[in-house]
């Protein structure tokens, strides 16, 4: 069931990535290294759908999963996988507000917008992939049935359900001033798609 799962995830977010909706952005930045990264204040800017999780122990994914609230969980994880000041190399989804229909993502090379809602479902099947590798074998045996049973049918749903959605949104606007800090040329790029209206010094 889980391998059924895990591959409806994937197609789903393939089909997302993938959209013709995507168009590339003027570059604003001379700094662009390769189609899978670019370096910016020093960080070297990890493609979106290719973050590196390895710094998230077993242990914290466990106690998220045995908690009652799945969905601060998951927002938990969204926060650990995309916004971690200690991994900024991850931060590569951007929304400046809930109102905005088109956030910022990663992606070869470039900051490219995206719909804000088919960026948000992003940033949420990436975290809770995390924590459904964390559930399976063979970690799967430490939890009790109905901790599984529970987490399986949140996992099952999350993508038909609204409010992980509106959560996701919500956590990606709070880290906005965080993202604008930490990549300088992605400020421009949002200002350049009108996803900003007023400079930094003047907020």
């Given at each position: 069931m889980i391998g059924v799962l895990n591959d409806k995830f994937d197609a789903l977010a393939s089909q997302l990535v993938a959209s013709p909706l995507v168009a590339a952005v003027p570059t604003v930045s001379s700094s662009i290294v390769n189609n899978q990264n670019m370096m910016t204040n020093n960080i070297t800017i990890n493609n979106f759908r290719c973050v590196d999780v390895s710094y998230i122990a077993h242990d914290i994914v466990a106690g998220m999963i045995k908690r009652g609230d799945l969905h601060a969980s998951l927002q938990?994880?969204?926060?650990?996988?995309?916004?971690?000041?200690?991994?900024?190399?991850?931060?590569?989804?951007?929304?400046?507000?809930?109102?905005?229909?088109?956030?910022?993502?990663?992606?070869?090379?470039?900051?490219?917008?995206?719909?804000?809602?088919?960026?948000?479902?992003?940033?949420?099947?990436?975290?809770?992939?995390?924590?459904?590798?964390?559930?399976?074998?063979?970690?799967?045996?430490?939890?009790?049935?109905?901790?599984?049973?529970?987490?399986d049918r949140f996992?099952?749903?999350?993508?038909?359900?609204?409010?992980?959605?509106?959560?996701?949104?919500?956590?990606?606007?709070?880290?906005?001033?965080?993202?604008?800090?930490?990549?300088?040329?992605?400020?421009?790029?949002?200002?350049?798609q009108g996803l900003v209206l007023v400079s930094r010094s003047s907020a």
């Open positions: 938990e994880m969204v926060q650990l996988v995309h916004y971690n000041p200690d991994h900024p190399e991850n931060m590569n989804a951007y929304l400046a507000d809930a109102s905005h229909e088109q956030g910022l993502f990663f992606r070869s090379g470039k900051w490219q917008p995206k719909p804000r809602d088919d960026l948000a479902r992003l940033v949420m099947f990436n975290a809770a992939q995390v924590m459904n590798e964390h559930n399976d074998e063979p970690y799967d045996r430490e939890f009790t049935r109905r901790q599984t049973d529970t987490f996992y099952t749903v999350i993508g038909y359900d609204r409010r992980p959605l509106v959560e996701t949104i919500d956590t990606m606007t709070k880290n906005k001033r965080a993202m604008e800090d930490m990549h300088p040329a992605l400020t421009a790029v949002a200002v350049a």
